[in-house]
């Protein structure tokens, strides 16, 4: 297959195999020169694109979609979204609409995938592996990433080569994979628009574990605001970039990886070091050569004056071959430290989101290409590969590919992860009984004992009959075959809580999930647990819990007045030589300071659930007293944290036991890298989870957008290019 050069003269960016020198030019001349190709001046030092990247009120992102040609206009208009994509929203409305899938693109999250994408990526060598040659890009490296992406979003994977169609009007001529007029593929893109029209109203009621699902949760949730049509505009570009990069990528990667069979080889020999291949095939050769920014101010970059209303393109690909930040930059170097990011996958507020699915399909890719094809090589000279047209993504027309045929054998399958990890439980409520004025307690019963066994200090999501999810502590026995929680009624709240008094009645059937549990009681010789009212709930088994281990234990029991304070007859019957009790009207403010000199020093814990005032309280405290690591708090709302000012923090690298500091000009993610943590990163913003490491021990200061409420409270990980320490001292897995 051929591709023709549009002719052109003046501009030195028009020849695909000539582009890294042309760039280089760029990156090493004066100024910023101006192109016709990329329609602005290009901006190609490393520094200076990152500086436009983490501006994005002077550089906006106006010019990186096109809006719909005209003759389509009027057919589109109210159907399908004109300006489609995050990539093309400024703020505030791209974090707003960002927000709402930051999270499912996490890493750590998406790792339930691996097993499916395995299998889909077996299934599609079956079909060429006798025959001992193929064309990769149409066989496999376009076919598989669509397949996966419609899955995740949750679109039928198996219409996913006529989604594939659809989405080739947004690619014009760099479509040449997908045969149709243009006419026709505006009908496709309609019908398209139609298809997941049907798939979001349909997911509204029956939710299941996908990208669609997941912003619905979000909007009921009420964490974000968007319209349906918003939502809408969300996934046709999502898919397109998501499809047409990750084919690009495994493309190029390979034919590097294959030029030279001894890098393949020390690239293929486990998963770790395709995951370090990867890294470094992305710097060398991304699929995105860079993104436009329109000037919004005259501003100053690198020295170069620009107006407001200018347009520059960012060439990522020139920025991650910059010899001042890569040693060695036009050399494959799978052994980098990365304590410089590439920009492969951009960076700041733009910064791709797919990076995480596309890290892990391409290391899926390698692995299965490696496994099945023997032999594999080349089945065109190296240098006589094409590569498409010069534009704002890169990649290759064609990878013609050839191995020793071999039988198609009998495989096991592989395991298919995912429908336990958001299977709903039925249960039915059994009694309802008012602990207080305002707190009702609920027993639940489920025909499914064995899948939801618990431990004290667990929570469950329960399903409210309009939809929606609610956390609420496990109070009840362990050993019983009933899940008993209590709800507290309030009169500001979302109106969850006084939905479930005003209508949740004896035989209602609702749906929970989990239990999970991020509060577990730890060994200790002494215990005091401190409660605030109704965070009394996941107190009351840890009690028991430790009565039952014969821990030595007491309770404060704190709240305004004694009436009100949920199950406190029964405790101080119960218990009368352990439990506290302080109500704040009959005895003013209880003195936090003095909970320490009550406590043990060694091997003893303070458990506390209640109002973030208390907590905080709790915190502060604590670290008066040099006393955060004998804290344990469990939360029931986001605390509304004041970001502290910057100050400088110590983190031990678990792995070398070395301890840094860090400064208050500098991030966790630098520092740590600095010292050889080869921590990966992508939009160093906190929005994309990629450099998200596990807390061993201290209390991370959150500042990411990506993790849930619930992940933050449970402090397990952090997010490190944004997130600090609550105190002084972090211990990280790195
Ligand atoms: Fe994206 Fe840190 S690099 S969250």
Redesign the pocket.
């Known amino acids: 297959m051929t591709v023709t050069q549009p002719a052109g003269v003046g501009c030195p960016f028009l020849n695909p195999q000539k582009l890294f020198e042309d760039l280089a030019g760029a990156r090493t001349g004066q100024g910023l020169p101006h192109s016709d190709t990329f329609e602005g001046r290009v901006v190609g030092r490393y520094d200076e694109i990152v500086q436009a990247l983490h501006d994005p009120e002077t550089f906006s992102s106006q010019p990186t979609v096109g809006t719909v040609p005209s003759p389509w206009r009027e057919q589109f208009e109210g159907r399908v979204p004109s300006r489609g994509t995050l990539l093309g929203l400024d703020n505030p409305d791209h974090d707003r609409l960002r927000s709402s899938v930051n999270s499912f693109f996490m890493p750590r999250k998406l790792g339930r995938y691996e097993g499916w994408i395995r299998e889909q990526a077996h299934l599609m060598v079956d079909g060429f592996v006798e025959d001992g040659r193929t064309e990769l890009k149409l066989s496999f490296a376009l076919p598989l990433p669509l397949k996966v992406i419609a899955h995740v979003v949750g679109l039928d994977s198996h219409r996913s080569e006529w989604i594939g169609a659809a989405l080739g009007f947004f690619m014009g001529p760099r479509d040449i994979y997908h045969p149709g007029t243009p006419d026709e593929k505006a009908q496709l893109l309609l019908d398209l628009h139609d298809y997941i029209l049907e798939v979001m109203d349909e997911r509204k009621h029956n939710r299941r574990d996908d990208l669609i699902s997941h912003i619905w949760n979000e909007r009921e949730s009420g964490a974000v605001e968007m319209t349906d049509f918003e939502m809408l505009s969300m996934f046709p570009g999502l898919m397109l970039a998501g499809h047409e990069t990750s084919s690009n990528l495994i493309c190029m990667g390979l034919s590097h990886l294959l030029a030279d069979p001894n890098r393949y080889a020390a690239a293929q020999k486990d998963d770790t070091s395709r995951a370090e291949a990867l890294e470094e095939l992305f710097r060398y050769e991304s699929a995105i050569t860079g993104m436009k920014r329109l000037v919004t101010r005259d501003v100053s970059l690198g020295g170069t004056q620009l107006k407001a209303g200018e347009t520059v393109f960012l060439a990522y690909a020139a920025g991650s071959r910059d010899a001042t930040k890569f040693s060695h930059s036009d050399d494959i170097d799978f052994d980098r430290d990365w304590a410089v990011p590439h920009l492969g996958f951009g960076q700041g507020i733009h910064?791709c989101l797919g990076a995480p699915l596309a890290r892990l399909l391409l290391r899926i890719e390698l692995e299965v290409l490696h496994e099945r094809l023997p032999d594999l090589r080349l089945g065109a000279p190296y240098d006589e590969l094409e590569y498409t047209v010069v534009s704002e993504g890169r990649g290759m027309v064609s990878l013609p590919l050839e191995w020793t045929p071999v039988r198609v054998a009998e495989r096991a399958s592989a395991p298919v992860i995912d429908a336990l990890h958001s299977a709903a439980i039925p249960v039915t409520v059994s009694a309802r009984r008012l602990v207080t004025e305002k707190v009702l307690e609920l027993t639940l019963e489920t025909s499914s004992p064995d899948i939801v066994r618990w431990e004290p200090g667990a929570h469950l999501d329960l399903e409210l009959p309009d939809g929606s999810l609610r956390q609420y502590s496990l109070c009840g026995q362990t050993a019983s075959s009933e899940l008993r929680i209590a709800v507290l009624k309030e009169d500001s709240g979302r109106g969850g809580s006084k939905l479930i008094h005003d209508q949740v009645k004896v035989g209602d059937r609702l749906s929970i999930r989990g239990p999970r549990n991020h509060f577990r009681l730890k060994p200790a010789q002494f215990l005091l647990f401190v409660a605030g009212g109704i965070g009394i709930t996941p107190l009351l088994p840890m009690i028991e819990e430790a009565e039952r281990r014969g821990t030595p234990w007491r309770l404060l029991f704190l709240g305004r007045e004694r009436k009100l304070m949920p199950y406190v007859e029964d405790l101080v019957q119960r218990h009368p030589a352990n439990v506290y009790v302080w109500p704040s009207s009959e005895r003013g403010r209880y003195n936090l300071d003095d909970i320490w000199s009550r406590v043990p020093a060694d091997d003893a814990f303070v458990y506390a659930c209640g109002p973030n005032e208390l907590l905080a309280g709790l915190e502060e405290s604590a670290a008066r007293h040099d006393a955060e690591l004998r804290l344990v708090v469990e939360r029931f709302a986001a605390q509304k944290v004041e970001h502290l000012p910057n100050r400088p923090i110590e983190v031990q690298m678990s792995r070398t036991g070395k301890t840094v500091t860090v400064g208050v000009d500098e991030n966790v993610?630098d520092v740590l890298n600095r010292e050889g943590a080869s921590i990966l990163?992508?939009?160093?913003?906190?929005?994309?989870?990629?450099?998200?490491v596990r807390v061993l021990e201290g209390v991370p200061e959150h500042r990411?957008s990506?993790l849930s409420l619930e992940e933050r409270l449970a402090n397990q990980t952090m997010?490190?290019?944004?997130s600090r320490c609550r105190g002084r001292r972090l211990v990280l897995e790195a």
């Open positions: 910064a993610l990163s992508t939009c160093r913003e906190g929005t994309c989870g990629t450099c998200e990411d990506v997010m490190t290019c944004v």
